[in-house]
């Protein structure tokens, strides 16, 4: 059976930048003037003031240090604090289709295909913007892809879960060459009104060509040894916007309606299920964890990935053995993993293994293996 390739990555970086200094200044002054409009409330014990932001509280929660987003202004509207975004009408292209067909032509070069090439795209990601048509089949068409085309969200494991159904699509031969796509408007639904959530999400799409050996172009490929998926239910990382909220008979507190989660928490569940998962699945593979040259891990929080590198080597992971990119794009959810493979895989040899991985919400893990096959 021929092999499952990666033949191509492609990466999209909104224009807009936005630092820590700008987010914590924009915060500061919401939350000046939230608490003196509520400081009767705050006297009597009914409401907590809030906290004000600091650029050190960042870098030691997180390790970010900057992010993109499609929206600036709006977001550092002390008296908005959420992206301002034109409605398009039916008849426009939508902003994730948009951000998804900059990062495939990438992807699509760098295989050396074209989009009428492309018979399966799918479309992961922790939030959609409309419930349908499906984000993937308005790509599809203006692609001129054919055969099928679908969303699907698993949260920040959508890239890794979406990368296995293409590889299975694929390996079946329900699909000729596939294209996953992970286009993460995260800025839509974080909540910059809160200390410990308005620093952590960057805005960015990424997109990955999966294809059989047999009919691949010349050029840099990655052979895909194995995927495995995991999930295991948790409320630790919720989001409860849907579209059965207008029907509820009671209103939701609009913080529930965005990101929130315990970190805490979730960093004492999350590092040693994933960890357990990567080292089960390479063994199963016949791989030794020594072997593995690369890891490239959901870009989440720093220490987070430094404890499960730590887990998995026995020591510290030496900058390049498990790269991070939250320091400029922060967590872009499942589209993180995607960009450290994508912008740190040099220095990498022909026979050479490495493993993908992403982890979050659910709670979700998906790791993919991979053996570089040719420069």
């Given amino acids: 059976m021929s092999e499952i390739l990666i033949t191509g990555t492609g990466l999209y970086t909104p ?10 200044d924009s ?20 409401l907590e003031e809030r906290d004000m932001p600091s650029e050190r509280f960042i870098e030691r929660a997180s390790g970010i240090g900057h992010r993109y987003v499609v929206e600036k202004e709006g977001l550092l509207d002390p008296g908005r604090l959420r992206p301002r975004l034109p409605t398009r009408g039916e008849g426009e292209l939508s ?10 032509q990438e992807a699509l070069a760098q295989a050396g295909r074209k989009g009428a090439e492309i018979d399966a795209i799918i479309v992961g ?14 790509v599809q068409q203006a692609l001129g892809a054919t055969g ?18 293409a590889v299975d699509a694929v390996r079946a031969g329900s699909a000729r060459c596939a294209l996953v796509l992970n286009p993460e408007i995260t800025s839509g639904h974080n909540n910059f009104e809160l200390r410990e959530f308005h620093f952590i999400f960057g805005d960015a799409c990424t997109a990955t060509v999966i294809e059989p050996e047999a009919s691949a172009n010349a050029g ?9 998926l995991a999930t295991k239910f948790s409320n630790n990382i919720r989001n409860d916007a849907g579209f059965l909220n207008r029907s509820e008979e009671t209103a939701r507190d609009p913080h529930e309606l965005l990101f929130r989660q315990n970190g805490r928490q979730v960093f004492y569940d999350v590092c040693p299920m994933v960890a357990e998962h990567i080292r089960s699945h390479l063994s199963d593979a016949g791989i030794a964890i ?17 404890t499960i590198a730590r887990t998995l080597l026995g020591r510290d992971p030496e900058p390049e053995e498990a790269p ?52």
Wanted: aromatic letters at 8%; proline letters at 1%; hydrophobic letters at 40%.
């Fill in 15 to 24: 224009a807009n930048s936005v630092t820590n200094a700008e987010l914590v």
């Fill in 27 to 46: 915060l500061g002054r919401a939350n000046e003037r939230w608490n003196a409009e509520h400081k009767q409330e705050i006297e009597s014990g009914e």
């Fill in 95 to 104: 902003i994730q289709a948009e951000i998804c067909l900059e990062a495939a």
């Fill in 125 to 138: 990601c922790s939030n959609l913007q409309r419930a349908y048509p499906a984000v993937a089949i308005e």
């Fill in 148 to 165: 099928f085309a679908y969303d699907m969200n698993v949260a920040c494991s959508s890239a890794t879960f979406a990368i296995q159904n």
């Fill in 220 to 228: 840099e490929s990655w052979s895909v040894v194995g995927t495995r």
């Fill in 290 to 306: 020594g072997d593995v040259k690369r890891l490239w891990l959901h870009q989440a929080n720093l220490g987070m990935n430094v």
């Fill in 324 to 375: 991070v990119i939250l320091d400029e794009y922060a967590n872009t959810s499942s589209a993180g993993s995607v960009i450290a493979f994508h912008k740190h895989r040099d220095g990498l040899e022909v026979g050479d293994e490495a493993v993908l991985c992403s982890f979050g919400a659910g709670y979700s893990v998906g790791s993919i293996l991979l053996r570089k096959r040719s420069d």
